[in-house]
C-alpha cells in the first residue's frame, strides 16, 4: 500500500520521516490482517454482543421547548444582501 496516496486521499500533510514511519507501521497492519484472515472459523458463531448487557434508555418525553419561541420557528439576520 502506498501512503503517500492514502495521506493524499486524508488530506494530510506529511514529512518524509513520517511518511516512512507510517508506511512500516501500515505495512504491519496489512500483515496482521493477513495472518488474521487465515484462522479457520467455520464452526465459530457469529456474536455481536458477548457480555449480556442491553441498552438502558429512558422513553421519550416531548416538553415544550424553553428556547424556541413558541411560533416554532427562528428570527435571525438577512444573510444575503440583495437576493435578485
Same mark, same amino acid.
Given at each position: 500500500?502506498?501512503?503517500a496516496k492514502i495521506a493524499k486521499l486524508a488530506n494530510l500533510p506529511l514529512n518524509d520521516d513520517l511518511a516512512k514511519k507510517l508506511q512500516k507501521d =501500515?505495512?504491519?497492519t496489512v500483515?496482521?490482517?493477513d495472518e488474521l484472515s487465515k484462522i479457520? $472459523?467455520?464452526d465459530v458463531e457469529p456474536t455481536s454482543q458477548v457480555t449480556g =448487557?442491553?441498552?438502558v434508555t429512558r422513553e421519550d418525553k416531548i416538553d415544550k421547548s424553553r428556547i $424556541?419561541?413558541?411560533t416554532?420557528?427562528?428570527k435571525v439576520k438577512a444573510i444575503f444582501?440583495?437576493?435578485s
Open positions: 500500500m502506498d501512503i =501500515l505495512n504491519s500483515k496482521l490482517v479457520d $472459523l467455520k =448487557l442491553t441498552n $424556541l419561541p413558541i416554532g420557528y427562528f444582501n440583495d437576493v
